[in-house]
C-alpha cells in the first residue's frame, strides 16, 4: 500500500512538475521576446534579413581577427628575434613617412583650396577639378614615371650632368625624399577635396564680424576660418596616414621599406610567423591613428546654422596673384602633367613595339573580370547592412556596420594574410583561384558601396517600408521589392567605386593571384620592376583612365 501511494505521490508531484515547467517555459519565452523587441526599440527585423547581416560582418572580420590570433601563437622566438631589431626599425620608417607626408600634404591641400576656393584665381573653376586629378593616379603608377624622369638612368640625369651644382642637389628618388614626395604628391587631393567642400559652405557672416573687429585677413583666417576647417583637415589626414600605412606599390618600387612592405616579403619567403607578428603590430598602429581621430573629432565640433548663412567673399589676390598661380601651375605640372606626360611618351612606343596585343587585353580582362565581380559581390551584401543600420538601430546592427568596415581601415597586405591563412589551412579547394582575389577586394572596398547607398536610402522616407509591411511584406522582401528600386543610383555608384579601386588595388592582388592569373595593376609593377616601361606604362595609362570613373561622382559629393 505504501508503494502505491508513494506511487501515486510522485504521480502527482511529476505532474505538479511538468505544469510548472509548462507555465514557465512560456513566461521564459515571453521574457526573451520583450527583451529581443527591447534591443531593437519594438521593431525586430526578420531572421532573414538579420542572418544576412551576420553573415556579412563574418565575411569582413574573420580574415583580420585570424591574423590577430595567429600572430598571439606565433612563439616568443618570432617576437624577441622581431622586437631585437627589425620592428623598431620598421616603426621608425613608417611612422616617420607617415607623419612627413601627412603634414606636408595638408599643408598643400589646404592652400591650394583656399587658393582656388576663395580667391579670384585666374581659372578657379578649372583648376578646382584639375587639383583633384592626382587622385586618379595611383602612388604606384606615379612612382613608375618618377624613376623613369628621376632614376639614376632617368631623363633628369643628363640635367644633373649639364649643371654641375644641381648634382650636388639631384634627387634620390631611391630614398626616403623619394618616397616622401611620390606619395605627397598623389595623396594631397584627399585633403584638397573635403576642405574645398568646407570653404564653400563657410558663412561670410563669421567673417565681416571678425573683420569688424579690426581682424586683417590673416589673422581671421587663423583665428575664424581655420577652427572651422579642423574637422575637415582632420577628416583628410585621416586618410592620407592610413593610405601612406597601407601603400605597398610606391614603397616597394621605390626601395623603401615599411610594415607593408615586410609583411609582403616575409610571406614570400614563407615565414608566416614572423609576417603575422608584424601584422599585428601594424593593426596596432592603424588602430592608434582611429583613436586619434576619434578622440579629436570629439574636441573640435563647430557649427553654424542656415538661416542666415551667405556665401563668402571671393578675396583679391593683389600682388600676390602670380605667385599663387606659379604655386597651383607647379603643383599640377608635378602632380599630373609629368605622369601623364611620361605614360602617353612610353605607351606610344609600346604602341610600335606591339606591346598592346592579345597578351595585353588577357591582363586587362583579367582585371576587369575580377574587378566587375566583386563591385557585383559588394553592392549584393552592402544592401542588407545598410537597410539594418538605417531601419532596425540597436547596438547589434550597429556592430554587424562596424565590423563591415574592419578591411577597410587595415593594409591589403594584412586582408590578404588572413585570407592565405584561412583558405591555406582549412579551405583549400578555393587556394590559388581568382575568387579569393575578388574576396579580397570585397572586404577591403565594401564599406565604399555602403557609403553610396547609405546616402541614398538615408533620402527614402521610413514610411514607405512601414506601408508595405502593413501589406504582409516581410522585411527582406520590402528591401528588394521597394527599397532597392529607389536606392538603385546610389547602389551602382557605390559599384563604380568598389570597381575602380578594385582594379587599382596591388598587394592583395599580388599576395592571392592563382598561377599565371596576372592583372593590369601586376604587369605594371613587375614591368616596372624590371625597367621594361613601354610594356609597363599602356597598363598604367588605362589604369588611369579607367579611375576618372569616379572623379565626377567626387567633385559632385565634395
Known amino acids: 500500500m505504501t508503494d502505491k501511494y508513494n506511487s501515486h505521490d510522485n504521480q502527482q508531484n511529476t505532474g505538479t512538475n511538468a505544469k510548472v515547467g509548462d507555465s514557465r517555459s512560456p513566461a521564459l519565452l515571453r521574457f526573451i521576446g520583450r527583451r529581443w523587441r527591447a534591443v531593437w526599440n519594438g521593431n525586430p527585423p526578420g531572421l532573414i534579413l538579420l542572418l544576412a547581416g551576420l553573415v556579412v560582418a563574418l565575411i569582413m572580420s574573420v ?26 626599425a620598421l616603426l621608425w620608417n613608417t611612422a616617420s613617412l607617415t607623419i612627413a607626408v601627412t603634414v606636408l600634404a595638408i599643408s598643400i591641400g589646404v592652400s591650394l583650396a583656399w587658393i582656388v576656393v576663395r580667391t579670384d584665381l585666374p581659372g578657379r573653376k578649372t583648376w578646382q577639378w584639375l587639383m583633384a586629378l592626382p587622385l586618379v593616379i595611383p602612388p604606384y603608377v606615379g612612382a613608375v614615371t618618377y624613376i623613369i624622369v628621376f632614376g639614376p638612368s632617368g631623363w633628369a640625369r643628363d640635367l644633373w650632368e649639364a649643371v654641375p651644382f644641381l648634382g650636388d642637389y639631384a634627387l634620390n628618388i631611391y630614398s626616403f625624399w623619394g618616397v616622401f614626395l611620390v606619395l605627397t604628391l598623389f595623396t594631397y587631393p584627399y585633403v584638397f577635396l573635403i576642405v574645398s567642400a568646407s570653404l564653400r559652405r563657410m558663412n561670410r557672416n563669421y567673417e565681416e564680424v571678425a573683420r569688424s573687429q579690426g581682424y586683417s585677413t590673416s589673422k581671421i583666417f587663423w583665428k575664424v576660418n581655420l577652427p572651422f576647417l579642423r574637422p575637415a583637415i582632420g577628416a583628410g589626414a585621416i586618410l592620407i596616414s592610413l593610405y601612406v600605412l597601407s601603400d605597398f606599390g610606391a614603397i616597394a618600387m621605390l626601395r623603401y621599406v615599411t610594415f607593408t612592405a615586410a609583411i609582403y616579403f616575409q610571406r614570400a619567403s614563407f615565414d608566416t610567423a614572423s609576417a603575422s607578428v608584424l601584422s599585428l603590430v601594424l593593426i596596432v598602429l592603424t588602430m592608434v591613428i582611429l ?98 543600420k ?169
Do not use: C
Open 63 to 88: 580574415p583580420i581577427i585570424y591574423v590577430a590570433w595567429r600572430s598571439l601563437f606565433a612563439g616568443a622566438d618570432s617576437w624577441l628575434r622581431l622586437l631585437d631589431g627589425r620592428i623598431p
Open 291 to 388: 583613436w586619434i581621430e576619434v578622440r579629436t573629432r570629439k574636441k573640435n565640433k563647430f557649427y553654424q546654422t542656415s538661416n542666415s548663412y551667405r556665401e563668402p567673399d571671393t578675396l583679391k589676390l593683389g600682388k600676390w596673384k602670380p605667385l599663387a598661380l606659379v604655386y597651383v601651375i607647379t603643383v599640377f605640372l608635378f602632380s599630373v602633367a609629368l605622369p601623364i606626360g611620361v605614360l602617353l611618351y612610353w605607351t606610344y612606343i609600346g604602341f610600335e613595339q606591339h606591346v598592346i596585343d592579345e597578351r595585353f587585353f588577357g591582363f586587362a580582362w583579367n582585371s576587369l573580370k575580377v574587378s566587375a565581380l566583386a563591385a557585383v559581390v559588394a553592392m549584393v551584401l552592402a544592401l542588407p547592412v545598410i537597410y539594418l
Open 390 to 558: 538605417s531601419r532596425y538601430p540597436s547596438f547589434i546592427s550597429t556592430g554587424i556596420d562596424k565590423l563591415s568596415y574592419a578591411g577597410y581601415a587595415l593594409p591589403g597586405v594584412i586582408v590578404a594574410l588572413g585570407m592565405v591563412f584561412i583558405f591555406n589551412t582549412h579551405i583549400p579547394a578555393f587556394y590559388n583561384t581568382y575568387y579569393l582575389i575578388i574576396l579580397a577586394f570585397v572586404i577591403r572596398f565594401l564599406p565604399q558601396a555602403m557609403q553610396a547607398g547609405e546616402a541614398s536610402l538615408s533620402l527614402v522616407s521610413p514610411r514607405i517600408d512601414e506601408a508595405a509591411r502593413s501589406l504582409g511584406y516581410p522585411p527582406w522582401k520590402v528591401m528588394l521589392k521597394v527599397i532597392l528600386p529607389s536606392i538603385m543610383p546610389g547602389v551602382l555608384a557605390g559599384g563604380a567605386l568598389v570597381f575602380v579601386s578594385s582594379i587599382k588595388e596591388l598587394p592583395a592582388t599580388l599576395m592571392l593571384r592563382p598561377p599565371g592569373f596576372d592583372t593590369l595593376a601586376v604587369r605594371v609593377y613587375y614591368e616596372a620592376s624590371e625597367a621594361i616601361y613601354y610594356q609597363a606604362a599602356p597598363g598604367a595609362l588605362l589604369i588611369v583612365l579607367v579611375s576618372l570613373i569616379p572623379l565626377r561622382y567626387l567633385l559632385k559629393k565634395y
